[in-house]
């Protein structure tokens, strides 16, 4: 039988992409809320013995999550065989180990309590940093999609003269890879220490980049702090204003105004949480991995 | 040991009072928000052996449950002996049975969630329809305060000449109880039905009551719709403005405004959720059961 697949509220893209993608049936479900903040789920479609595919990105998560668990619960109690998740932006990826003494380790609280009710997880380039993989922390099943290619791609198809910048050393493995690929030069900006606190970062052979479009390119944009800071850099050493390029479109507080304030001349993010910037459609990838992960199941 | 009393934000008073009542230590937190809408906890005090009390009230659960879960996960993470839960007011006891097809019974999958990570609960007169008690929902120990013996006291010591009101004959057991331990009298409304749709409330022997101060007493106070009509009606009867009483003070939209509009006097509620108000304190109740889940751990 075909998979039946539901949206979390704001979700209804990513599940109509994929129910044609995979062949799959759109589920009927409501989820609301009641007058004193407490929410309701009601599957109206009928689930037994059907594979159920959930679509709930989790950027802003603390609010999504009883609603999510719920519908997933409700469908495992009204006999669907499994209730997977499709998230393509993953929450609490950041808090995997214990900074400061006392701290809570919420990637791995937040993992468990997922895989408490989930069956499986298909996500979008999580956060990993100090984790090999999602199974280091999720005990259910999990793949990952990888964006640089996509992203490659756009850059190669939109821009003319590309170069792509690493904000720094740590960046450049990432950028080099993503610019190979792109058929671009890459170029890594230079931090140099003038005295106890002053840190002045400069860019590198600046006339050789002057008739180049900068493409910067990061996982998450959420305050967009570090990508403000490189346009600023960009900008004053001359160079042509940069396209920003970002995964995960959280954008906290003004980080788009204030990215385009310093001088961005286009944000372009993947489709991992609905914005007005995404650019990069991850749907065939996404149910490329749906398809893959249920197959297994 | 004593224990070790932890306050999510908003319920600073509740752990004060429960410290200072049991002799407990307030241990030191920070439960915040990132730009990008996560939850950060951190315990500062040393937990490691020690009984650690969380003081979280859950009107308005869905943005307060993972910052809960995250503090008392770490809280075991680092050592605690267990980690019980002080919820004077707990969420999603009403949807207790599939009253629609399809429907996500989330009652028991928020005392699953609950129960995964938090030891014990003690909370205040939860709404319990179908259910005998809460142990048919929460496989950890439960404890549960009954407000109606200080909402009795309080209308002995603050109304002149009360009569009790039960808004329709389901609330008679429950008001008739109330005004035995109050020492005053009670009276119940009859809803005669005039063709397919009207009905009309009336208020019997109306004369007798005239010179009496009406008391309304409800579970919850949410929307407050009941009590808006019922208020309303006795107004309409020639009754003087009656005192209405909640355990509950969630106040959803405009409630307490309503409330007043409609004719109420005073509104008066328990502090399970901290609201101005808040008249009838319940603090030496809970300290005893706290006391007493904590002597059987």
């Given amino acids: 039988m075909k998979p039946m697949i539901f949206s979390l509220p704001g979700n209804e893209g990513l599940a109509d992409a994929l129910a044609g993608r995979l062949g799959g049936e759109r589920g009927k479900a409501i989820v609301r809320r009641f007058p004193d903040g407490e929410s309701y789920a009601r599957i109206e479609s009928s689930v037994e013995g059907r594979a159920v595919i959930l679509c709930c990105t989790l950027d802003r998560p603390d609010e999504k999550v009883l609603p999510l668990l719920f519908l997933a619960a409700t469908a495992k109690d009204l006999g669907a065989a499994r209730a997977g998740l499709v998230a393509p932006y993953l929450a609490y990826m950041r808090q995997d180990r214990r900074f400061e003494p006392g701290e809570g380790i919420t990637s791995v609280y937040f993992a468990r309590l997922l895989s408490g009710t989930v069956d499986w997880l298909v996500t979008v380039d999580p956060h990993l940093h100090r984790r090999a993989s999602l199974s280091e922390i999720y005990p259910i099943p999990t793949r990952v999609i990888h964006a ?77 702090r570090t990508m403000i800071e490189t346009v600023g850099h960009l900008r004053r050493a001359g160079l042509a204003k940069p396209v920003c390029i970002g995964i995960h479109a959280i954008f906290a507080d003004r980080a788009e105004e204030d990215l385009r304030e310093a001088g961005a001349s286009r944000v372009v993010t993947c489709n991992t949480i609905p914005h007005p910037s995404n650019g990069i459609d991850l749907g065939d990838l996404l149910a490329e991995e749906v398809r893959n992960v249920e197959g297994a199941a």
Same sequence: chains 1, 2.
């Fill in 148 to 224: 640089a290619p996509l992203i490659s791609r756009w850059i190669r198809e939109n821009i003319a003269s590309p170069v792509l910048i690493g904000p720094d050393s740590e960046s450049a493995q990432w950028v080099s890879e993503i610019a190979a690929v792109a058929g671009a030069p890459y170029l890594v900006l230079e931090k140099i220490r003038r005295g106890d606190r002053e840190v002045e970062v400069s860019v590198p052979e600046t006339d050789r980049w002057r008739s180049y479009t900068p493409v910067l390119v990061d996982d998450i944009i959420s305050t967009g």
